[in-house]
């Protein structure tokens, strides 16, 4: 117990204490939120518990904090708000964890018991909080008791270990929130953890079978593979296979290996690698437009799919084979039943040459200022993204990932303003490997708050922010429909002189020779820093969706 944490604080066993005691046992160590309050009884514990408050200056941050959190620790990010706008705040987040696929638990309070939708005018009142959740979360559970609410914590879990792992959310009331808990202590514990599922013994025969017969075989890995980096690779270098990822699948495959074609699936010329297999294997990916910046993946040869949930096995690509399973356990069957021995490495040079000349002739000015960035990151850099132009267009197939998680990103829900709050969390997470986030402008002013709680936390966080003076790609769209760019020239503030505001290091360079030495001068400080880049790239991110 902390030396601040009074008597009163360890023994209030209520439904909150007995919630956070259960999520302690399964290893969360941080939460990120707001306290407000309905939801202090939340907040009571966490000291006494050894759980880190990070307070986030809005709950979107809490939000994009945690899943920077839950990629560098392998647990589910946890996140509390209070009720009314403090749960509404922490939408944008709860649609993105959807979307990517992260785990994340939201606790918030919520009206007491027989006071639903009473519309009187209560602090923070909220038609239906549950169900507001409900429509773009896993699931959405408004408990009635602690017990419940301990079950529900159980339930996510077992959710985030054997299947797609997805936000889920916790409503319990203010009356039973602040009420004691009458929950034993071996229910608070963690319940083992589930065999890993490695598919039908059929269809793994028949998959192997089908891989061992290829002589061009291919390689996709997506965000569901990113626990089974050692398994793919020895199946890639069995097969002398090539490995495409998504940019959620990004450093499945160390992308120095020589088998790795990186994170480049946006690109025609990586595309056709996939497409001209005669067999490609598809290992946790839904091969959405979103990452693939076309409409589908044209595969001419046979397709296996694997993938944790079956729903997804067809999704957006027909599968020859299809195989339920967990991407390590499912790959691993796959290494036994493969009777070959390994194959000489495919050649790929000349491929590597085609979606390199793609990338560049697409965005020469971007990839060429991603290049000084990524040149003056260290090798272990954790790097979060925005969705911004130097991310998407550029660094995201500039950077060389040489694990899974390298880079925090958000390809498919393409939110503005993650990076600096997913920064935070993978710095809380972890203090062996240095943290940077590289963020356009008009997506910095949506998170430049939470600088402060980089300061506030004493966090060695780089800032590095390529400011090209607004909404450069939307722009570019509206120049292409013919109209008179409206909206997206933006005054933006002293980039330094704001740093310096909030208590980090501003640094402004006016000079594409002084980015790189800036940048390693900031990581070096060990502080919380930036630098900002005066830049005007406008290409085009890609076609609208036919």
């Keep these: 117990m902390s030396n601040d944490t009074t008597a009163a604080d360890q023994y209030a066993d209520t439904a909150g204490r007995a919630v956070l005691e259960t999520i302690r046992a399964y290893g969360v160590t941080a939460i990120f939120g707001i306290p407000g309050t309905h939801n202090l009884e939340f907040y009571r514990p966490l000291a006494d518990l050894g759980i880190r408050a990070v307070t986030n ?30 749960l509404q705040n922490a939408m944008s987040a709860i649609g993105t964890a959807f979307c990517e696929s992260r785990p ?93 599922v490695s598919g039908e013994p059929a269809t ?16 996709l890995a997506g965000g569901g593979a990113t626990d089974a980096s050692h398994e793919v690779t020895a199946l890639a270098e069995r097969l002398g296979a090539p490995v495409l990822t998504t940019l959620n699948g990004k450093g499945v495959v160390d992308e120095r290996h020589p088998l790795s074609l990186g994170s480049n ?31 589908r ?38 290494l036994e039943l493969l009777a070959v021995d390994a194959r000489p490495a495919r050649e790929l040079t000349i491929e590597r040459a085609a979606i390199d000349a793609e990338m560049r002739d697409t965005s020469p000015e971007t990839v060429a200022l991603a290049e000084i960035i990524a040149d003056a990151l260290p090798d272990d850099a954790i790097v979060a993204g925005d969705s911004s132009q130097i991310v998407y267009l550029a660094l995201g197939s500039v950077l060389q990932s040489r694990q899974p998680h390298s880079l925090l990103y958000t390809p498919t829900y393409a939110t503005l303003g993650y990076g600096l709050p997913a920064a ?47 909404y450069a790609e939307i722009r570019q769209n509206e120049v292409d429909r013919g109209m008179t760019p409206i909206g997206v020239d933006l005054v933006q503030p002293d980039w330094a002189a704001l740093a310096t ?18 940048i390693r001068a900031a990581i070096a400080d060990g502080e919380c820093s930036w630098c900002t880049s005066r830049s005007t790239p406008s290409e085009p991110r890609h076609p609208e969706p036919s």
Excluded at 66 to 76: I, M
Aim: charge should be negative; glycine fraction near 10%.
């Design 57 to 86: 200056r809005h709950e979107q941050g809490s939000g994009y904090g945690a899943d920077g959190w839950a990629q560098q620790t392998g647990l589910p990010g946890v996140v509390i708000t209070t009720s009314g706008p403090g």
């Design 424 to 470: 935070i969390g993978a710095r809380v997470a972890q203090t062996e490997r240095p943290v940077v986030t590289v963020i356009g402008d008009g997506a910095l002013m949506f998170c430049v708050n939470e600088l402060v709680t980089a300061v506030e936390q004493g966090l060695d966080v780089t800032v590095v922010c390529v400011d090209n003076g607004g």
């Design 265 to 295: 699936l946006r690109l025609a010329a990586a595309r056709a690698v996939a497409e001209d297999a005669d067999v490609l294997l598809v290992v946790g990916s839904k091969l959405g437009e979103a990452e693939l910046w076309a409409p």
């Design 104 to 196: 994340l638990i939201v606790l918030s309070p919520g009206v007491p018991l027989g006071a639903e939708f009473a519309d009187v005018g209560t602090l923070h009142e909220t038609k239906d909080a549950s169900a507001m959740v409900a429509a773009i979360a896993e699931w959405s559970r408004r408990v009635t008791s602690a017990a419940e609410a301990v079950e529900a914590v159980h339930d996510a879990f077992a959710l985030f270990r054997t299947g797609r792992p997805r936000p889920v959310h916790i409503e319990i009331p203010l009356d039973v929130l602040e009420a004691p808990a009458d929950v034993p202590v071996e229910a608070r514990q963690p319940r083992p953890v589930p065999v890993r």
């Design 501 to 518: 505001a909030f208590g980090a290091t501003g640094r402004r360079v006016e000079r594409r020779d002084g980015i790189a030495s800036s």
């Design 297 to 334: 993946l044209d595969a001419r040869g046979s397709v296996i799919r694997v993938d944790i949930s079956a729903s997804q096995r067809d999704k957006n690509l027909a599968a020859t084979v299809g195989i339920t399973g967990d991407a390590a356990a499912v790959t691993g069957a796959l």
């Design 204 to 219: 793994l025969a028949e998959a192997a079978r089908l891989l061992a017969a290829a002589t061009t075989p291919v390689i």
